[in-house]
């Protein structure tokens, strides 16, 4: 089923989308549909264990549920320190 | 629970002042961490660094990281403080302080602390090299260079 999803990038995948942000509608079930729908955007080919996902600001799992009107975080490999 | 122990900040980072604010009578020991900007990484010339965070959940997960430290290691406090933006070679990044009881505790949290926060916090560096050229650490394999909307797998 198609769901309305705010996406936001962020460093280098915020370079490769060329936004930091945008609405999109996808057929996704899961973080990690997102994560392959949106490959095109982001430009990872990094494993998706190397990366982050929250949805509505909380740090989520990528098999976690989307929902209609939720916002998607897409982190790209953390490096803090 | 305090709910400032984890700080990001844009500002220099002062050691000196952080420490302060874990002063404690109880407390026979402190241990802190800094990590400084470095002027070469894997062989190349590092002019600086640019750091970014999603400071919402940096923080919150930041925090979530300290508190678990302190159940852990049974230490007094501890706190955090990262920064973000440009920063220059030999500038303090990240600090560390942990105040306990005893020393053993406090290096064993101080560590802990240290190496959660480098791999569970959304924050990212980009080293700009003496070169001209600039990556984002830890992404060189996540992406093609150059904007490539291609098919990288």
New interface residues.
């Given amino acids: 089923m198609s769901k309305s999803l705010t996406i936001r990038y ?4 915020r ?2 989308a ?1 936004l930091g942000e945008e609405s999109v509608t996808l057929d996704a079930e899961t973080a990690a549909d997102v994560f392959a729908l949106l ?8 494993p998706l264990g ?3 996902v ?1 949805i509505n ?1 909380v ?1 989520a799992e990528w098999q976690d549920a989307v929902a209609d009107g939720d916002t998607v ?1 897409l ?7 | 629970m305090s709910a400032d122990r984890m700080k990001i900040s844009t500002i220099a980072i002062r050691p000196d002042e952080l420490r302060d604010d874990l002063v404690d009578a109880a407390a026979g020991a402190y241990t802190s961490f800094e ?1 400084w900007i470095r002027n070469v990484n894997e062989g190349k010339q590092v002019l600086r660094l640019e ?4 400071e ?3 923080i ?2 930041g925090q979530q990281v300290i508190e678990e430290a302190i159940a852990k290691f049974s230490v007094l406090n501890a706190r955090c403080v ?1 920064r973000v933006g440009l920063l220059e070679i030999g500038e303090c ?2 600090w560390v302080g942990v105040s306990s009881g005893h020393r053993d505790e406090a290096f064993k949290a101080c560590r802990f602390i ?1 190496d959660e ?10 080293e700009h090299y003496v070169d001209g050229n600039s990556d ?4 060189e ?4 260079h150059g ?7």
């Fill in positions: 962020f460093a280098i995948f370079e490769n060329g490959k095109h955007r982001h430009g990872s080919g990094e190397h990366c982050k929250a600001d740090m975080l982190f790209p490999p953390v490096a803090g320190g | 990590g750091y970014e965070s999603y919402p959940l940096a919150t997960e990262h990044a990240v240290i926060i480098k791999v569970r916090l959304p924050i990212w560096k980009k984002w650490v830890n992404c394999r996540c992406a093609t904007h490539s909307h291609g098919d990288l797998t």
